[in-house]
């Protein structure tokens, strides 16, 4: 009985959802390689996907995965403080450090549960320790970073999207908080943009804060080796907290997140994200670990990525399409209603490339937006025809 209740519920919410044209459906995508895929029975250029370097299918990380799933079995089955913590876990942890000149690493399941986890640790910190202390988080920051905010102990502010003098008069105005921590994202999920990490620098200087940022667009993007935006700006530094997903450029799973040795016993100790959920399959750790190598050993992907968006964006500004600017390869294309990205999304489809409207509650109502995302795997040949098809597009929109 209380279950059909919930039932009458769940269809009333999905009709709602459905008329305001809300309503969100899986779609069934087989990849085919790490740029196309097959989508209702058709092959499909994917300009959706955060597959920037194109790691999914690279031969070395596939073969890295292979030998540690022959090695070390398909999944972790324990948690890491009882038995899921493995070689392969430990070796990408000290790869990772290497890498993103850390002093610590820990590798986490996803990149969800790494910003669950760094926040439950600079939240249990504060309060086993009696200390008063509030998160200043950017408002456009990713699902995951509000949900723990908004999940943790510790009390909260939230400053409009960049805008530093708004933080600084926060910064300011602690009034009963004693500890800061600015919670932000270096390139911006659904924006593409950048956050203004040198204005964050000077801020620091006046205004002690510790800066939780999260990596997870920058990683394998900018950088040396792509170890992110904060290192290609020289502004390691100003990091304390650094979050990055391994589900992204470097094309396998799983989260990790970056400090000091204390900082990271303490999230092994403390965080619940962390401590309460089965470890990483071991051959993910192993992944990871290998998509760092390649991407140390080769850098002519990530040239030719940051190529492509240069051109693709430079050709879009000469066009009509609302562009947000910015250098990074998610290039949003605003277009208002949910109805208008949907339309803008079909007649790529028609043109045998994928991308996805991006509507509410994802973005705020009113900047419904194509979300375009660009891959070093693209060819030339392909990245004129979106640009052809964007122009073509707009004219009958
Ligand atoms: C900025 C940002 N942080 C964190 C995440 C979560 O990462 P994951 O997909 O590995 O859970 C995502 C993406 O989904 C993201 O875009």
């Known amino acids: 009985m209380a ?72 999944g972790s089955a324990a948690s890491p403080l009882i038995t899921g ?6 070796a990408a942890e000290q790869h ?10 820990v590798l986490l399941p996803s990149g969800y549960q790494a910003n669950h986890a760094a926040v439950q640790t600079f939240a249990a910190l504060a309060v086993k320790s009696g200390r008063r202390a509030r998160f200043l988080l950017d408002k456009l920051c990713h699902a995951s970073l509000i949900d723990a905010v908004r999940g943790s102990a510790m009390p909260f502010r939230i ?24 919670v932000t994202e270096s390139i911006f999920s659904m ?29 394998g993007v900018y950088g040396p080796a792509g170890s992110g935006l ?3 700006m020289g502004l390691r530094e100003l990091v304390d907290v650094a979050v990055i997903t391994c589900s992204k450029a470097l094309g396998c799973g799983g989260g990790i997140v970056c400090g000091s040795h204390a900082f990271c016993n303490s999230l092994v100790n403390l965080a619940r994200a962390y401590i309460y959920s089965t470890h990483l399959p071991p051959a993910m750790a192993a992944a990871a670990d290998a998509a760092i190598t390649v991407m140390e050993n080769e850098p002519l992907p990530r040239q030719r990525l940051n190529q492509i968006v240069r051109h693709v964006r430079s050709e879009l500004a000469k066009g009509r399409w609302q562009v947000i600017a910015g250098s990074s390869p998610i290039v949003p294309l605003v277009v208002g209603s949910e109805t208008a990205a949907f339309a803008a999304a079909q007649s790529l ?26 891959s070093s795997g693209h060819t030339d040949d392909e990245i004129e025809r979106l640009i052809c098809s964007l122009r073509d597009a707009h004219k009958h929109a």
Request: with cysteine.
């Open 3 to 74: 279950a059909e209740v919930w039932d009458q519920l769940a269809r009333a919410v999905l009709t709602d959802l459905d008329e305001s044209h809300l309503l969100r459906h899986r779609s069934l995508i087989t990849p085919i390689n790490a740029t196309h895929v097959l989508f209702e029975g058709r092959e499909y250029v994917n300009f959706a996907s955060n597959n920037y370097l194109g790691l999914t299918h690279h031969p070395q990380v596939i073969a890295a995965t292979e030998r540690a799933l022959r090695r070390f079995g398909a």
């Open 85 to 90: 913590y493995c070689p392969p876990h430990a």
């Open 96 to 105: 990772v450090a290497r890498w993103k000149q850390a002093a610590a690493a």
């Open 159 to 182: 400053f409009p999207h960049n805008h530093l003098p708004k933080l600084e008069r926060l910064l300011a105005d602690a009034k009963t908080a004693e500890l800061q921590v600015v």
């Open 191 to 219: 924006d593409g943009d950048a956050a203004d990490l040198v204005g964050l620098a000077k801020l620091k200087m006046t205004h002690p804060f510790a800066l939780l940022l999260d990596e997870a667009h920058a990683t």
């Open 230 to 232: 904060a290192a290609e």
């Open 349 to 374: 489809l028609s043109r045998g490339l994928l991308t996805f409207p991006i509507r509410p509650p994802t973005v705020p109502r009113g900047t419904s937006r194509l979300r375009i995302t660009l």
